[in-house]
């Protein structure tokens, strides 16, 4: 968002300063609090998807929506080699203080020029790319950034469920959600994000090239995949 208003919230949040909530607001619904501790998680409170995820990461890493660097921490502790890459300047900034050694700002659909080993996306970081469109050309964009024998690891939701007693869209495909912030009654633009089933991104990856692992599903209808270059 042009005005960073997540990085804001962020900040606040690493500074002590909690006396406001977040506030997520959607295209199909009622506005909902979104917890932002769960941003700040150290390894002992991550779920069994997102150590997995990090259990399997190799190489050079490249953790894409970093956010503030909680992941990235991880498998720094580890001895990893990880590059943080996150859009929010703010985000960032607190990336450094918290002791993120190597953190890019900027856009990945912007970020050009490295080779990675492992590309990472947690906490749906994939819906960054806002549609099935966008899907399809990150998956091109990031096998630009792979080095041979390189993986893609991200998790996602299927959301069908939301529409249980709602109708489905018309023109779209269900998981395409648009979102924003409110926050101190400051507002942000709205963005578009992507919640994407395991049969949809194994037809997308098929088509773009990659093979497509599902290595782990829970009951909230989350999962995580490993995609690879057929090449």
């Known amino acids: 968002m042009a005005n960073d208003l997540f990085g804001k919230v962020l900040m606040d949040h690493y500074q ?15 506005p909902e609090e979104m917890p932002v501790d769960v941003f700040f998680r150290d390894e002992s409170e991550m779920p069994e998807l997102e ?7 190799r190489g050079r890493i490249l953790d894409i929506g970093a956010g503030v660097g909680s ?3 991880v498998l720094q ?28 700002n900027e856009d990945v659909r912007k970020f050009e020029g490295e080779k ?31 080095s041979p024998g390189g993986q893609l690891i991200f998790d996602s939701s299927d959301i069908a469920y939301l529409y249980e007693d ?8 269900y998981g395409e959600i648009s979102y ?30 990659w093979r497509m692992e599902l290595l782990m599903e829970d009951e909230m209808d989350q999962f995580l995949v490993r995609l690879t270059p057929f090449i």
């Open 16 to 30: 002590g300063i909690q006396d406001s909530k977040l506030w997520l607001y959607n295209n199909y619904g009622s």
């Open 51 to 57: 150590l997995l995820a990090l259990d399997l990461c």
């Open 71 to 73: 992941h990235a921490l």
């Open 77 to 104: 502790n580890r001895g990893k080699e990880v590059t943080a890459l996150e859009i929010s300047a703010t985000a960032c900034k607190i990336m450094q203080s918290r002791g993120v050694k190597s953190v890019i």
């Open 116 to 146: 990675f080993d492992t590309l990472l996306l947690l906490m749906n970081g994939i819906g960054l790319t806002g549609s099935l469109q966008g899907l399809r050309d990150f998956l091109k964009r990031s096998s630009k950034l792979l």
């Open 166 to 173: 709602l109708p489905m869209p018309a023109d779209s495909y």
């Open 180 to 209: 924003r912030y409110e926050y101190k009654s400051e507002f942000s633009e709205w963005f578009d994000w992507l919640y994407v089933d395991a049969n949809s991104i194994s037809t997308i990856a098929a088509e773009e090239g």
